[in-house]
């Protein structure tokens, strides 16, 4: 059960979670910049309206901090998060570990997220990546219901292992 909370949003608002009448797709990504999340967000970007009409609301936590992200996610559809003492990451048992960029089934992932992000930053588009907190975070997903109850969970095995907009539809029901 999750107990109710609001958290400040890098794009200045805030954000309750659980929300009172949606469920919440809670997602925890790495640092700010991460072409491995960076390349996963344009994923659910592309289907973003598809996933609100379903009635999921996403909420992205970064273990960065507000200021770190906002140059990395400006334009997202959706509330981030900062979360640079990784305190959210604690609470809700997310992990670092090596097998994050050492599993060769996110080796792939890793490689496309760096050719799709390196033209932006050699152009002065976008800036180089902060890996603050670190590089070997996991990702994790938690799909939340408006009474606080945890209804399905994921927990990556490595960088690119997290649900995809089709996981998280089915997961919703």
Same mark, same amino acid.
């Given at each position: ?52 009409? @379903?009635g999921?609301? %996403?909420?992205? /936590?970064?273990?960065?901090?507000a200021?770190? !992200?906002? #140059?990395?996610?400006? &334009? ?10 990784? @305190?959210?990451?604690? %609470?809700?048992? /997310? ?6 960029? !050492?599993? #060769?089934?996110?080796? &792939? ?21 902060r ?19 945890v ?12 649900w ?10």
């Amino acid at each position: 059960m999750i107990e109710a909370r609001e958290w400040e949003t890098v794009q200045g608002g805030r954000v309750r979670v659980p929300d009172a009448d949606r469920l919440v797709h809670l997602q925890f990504r790495r640092f700010a910049g991460c072409p491995v999340c960076n390349l996963h967000l344009r994923s659910i970007v592309l289907r973003h309206d598809e996933i609100v009409a @379903r009635g999921i609301a %996403e909420v992205v /936590v970064f273990h960065s901090s507000a200021q770190e !992200l906002r #140059p990395h996610v400006a &334009g997202l559809p959706f509330p981030v998060v900062g979360d640079p003492e990784k @305190r959210l990451y604690v %609470e809700f048992g /997310v992990e670092s570990a090596p097998r994050a960029l !050492l599993d #060769p089934r996110a080796w &792939g992932s890793i490689v496309r997220g760096i050719a799709r992000d390196l033209g932006p930053v050699l152009r002065g588009r976008r800036p180089l990546p902060r890996p603050t907190g670190g590089r070997l975070g996991l990702p994790a997903d938690f799909l939340i219901a408006p009474d606080g109850r945890v209804i399905a969970e994921k927990r990556g095995a490595h960088a690119y292992d997290q649900w995809s907009v089709d996981d998280l539809l089915a997961a919703a029901g």
